[in-house]
């Protein structure tokens, strides 16, 4: 993989959704995947973000994460205008604190998918983590350090079991 080519688009609806799409800028690094990452929205400036979709694979584009709040569409528009792979993150706030988001961004119709992931922080982070497992299928560095984060997150929950179990608390034991 190029450093210096981006391979993965972040985008999000305004400026104040950097607070929870930062998390898949994040997850990116770690896994040194390049990466781009935009301010667009599907209402207030529908041309840019139509022109971003359309020429993101000429750009070298590989997959774009998407994060808007309220009933903000700009995932659906961005699937509406690229064949790659599109995931939709919720970002949280408003007085449905993200749900109407969420129902904005999988409510799709059928023929432009777009991956939903959960609302918010984890949902940003679960889908950078999506994006280096869809580069990872044709790069064997990338699955090799997708199974080490995994490995990671296991001794992580081991840790914690044997410090709960060190407190006092019930082992299991199979």
Same mark, same amino acid.
């Given at each position: 993989?190029? $450093? #210096?080519?981006?391979?993965?688009?972040?985008?999000? *609806?305004?400026?104040?959704?950097?607070?929870?799409? !930062? +998390? /898949? @800028?994040?997850?990116?690094?770690?896994?040194?995947?390049?990466?781009?990452?935009?301010?667009?929205?599907?209402?207030?400036?529908?041309?840019?973000? $139509? #022109?971003?979709?359309?020429?993101?694979?000429?750009? *070298?584009?590989?997959?774009?994460?998407?994060?808007? !709040? +309220? /009933? @903000?569409?700009?995932?659906?528009?961005?699937?509406?205008?690229?064949?790659?792979?599109?995931?939709?993150?919720?970002?949280?706030?408003?007085?449905?604190?993200?749900?109407?988001?969420?129902?904005?961004?999988?409510?799709?119709?059928?023929?432009?998918?777009?991956?939903?992931?959960?609302?918010?922080?984890?949902?940003?982070?679960?889908?950078?983590?999506?994006?280096?497992?869809?580069?990872?299928?044709?790069?064997?560095?990338?699955?090799?350090?997708?199974?080490?984060?995994?490995?990671?997150?296991?001794?992580?929950?081991?840790?914690?079991?044997?410090?709960?179990?060190?407190?006092?608390?019930?082992?299991?034991?199979?």
């Amino acid at each position: 993989m190029d $450093a #210096e080519t981006p391979v993965v688009g972040i985008v999000m *609806g305004s400026d104040s959704d950097l607070e929870v799409m !930062g +998390r /898949a @800028a994040r997850v990116l690094e770690e896994f040194d995947v390049p990466f781009e990452i935009s301010v667009l929205s599907a209402h207030r400036s529908p041309r840019l973000s $139509a #022109e971003y979709a359309t020429s993101a694979r000429a750009r *070298g584009m590989k997959t774009l994460i998407c994060g808007a !709040g +309220r /009933a @903000a569409h700009l995932a659906g528009v961005m699937a509406a205008h690229t064949t790659l792979p599109v995931l939709g993150v919720p970002v949280d706030g408003g007085p449905l604190d993200g749900v109407d988001a969420l129902y904005a961004t999988v409510q799709m119709p059928p023929g432009i998918p777009v991956g939903t992931l959960s609302i918010g922080s984890h949902g940003a982070t679960n889908a950078a983590l999506l994006a280096v497992q869809i580069l990872a299928v044709e790069n064997d560095d990338l699955a090799r350090q997708l199974a080490q984060y995994r490995e990671g997150l296991e001794q992580a929950v081991g840790a914690k079991n044997d410090r709960m179990h060190a407190q006092g608390w019930a082992n299991y034991s199979a």
